[in-house]
């Protein structure tokens, strides 16, 4: 059976989290948990390419990206913000049409776990190809695989 892997803003590791855990986490932490160390967290899953990241910006809610595919959740929204997180010190900026809710986020997440994919009912897109100043024009330095705002090939 496959280990899941946690790793926190903070580089704290956490092998096999339980549902428990990732109800604390994303339900129950609160906005400074996420300002500590990178602020960036993910779940991984020994024997897959694919993990999920993710990050919490107040009032927006959750960022969870798919990566090495940089797919996140989408919902057409008319007015949107562009939020600016900081990545590796530097500035990324998403759509707040990304962002999704605690309860949503824990459902993902969860399902991620338990599954070993992605959940399909989710609508995932491409961030880069969301129309939006998104300023992936430049590469973005920082060195730690985390990183996600480079540019990536192709």
């Given amino acids: ?53 993710f990050f919490y910006d107040e009032p927006f809610g959750f960022l969870i990206l798919r990566h090495p595919d940089y797919l996140v959740p989408y919902r057409e929204c008319g007015d949107f913000e562009v939020v600016e997180h900081r990545v590796g010190g530097e500035p990324m900026r998403i759509s707040s049409c990304c962002y999704v809710g605690r309860a949503e986020a824990y459902e993902i997440l969860l399902y991620f776990t338990r599954e070993k994919e992605a959940p399909p009912h989710v609508n995932w ?24 705002g480079m540019e990536r090939d192709g």
Avoid: A, Q
């Fill in 125 to 148: 897109v491409d961030l880069y190809e969301i129309d939006f100043d998104h300023g992936f024009k430049t590469v973005i330095g920082g060195g730690n695989e985390f990183n996600l």
């Fill in 1 to 53: 059976m496959s280990s899941v892997i946690y790793h926190g803003p903070i580089d704290e590791r956490t092998v096999t989290p339980d549902d428990e855990f990732l109800k604390e986490i994303i339900l129950r932490s609160s906005p400074d948990y996420w300002l500590r160390g990178s602020g960036d967290s993910c779940l991984e899953i020994d024997g897959m390419d694919e993990r999920m990241i």
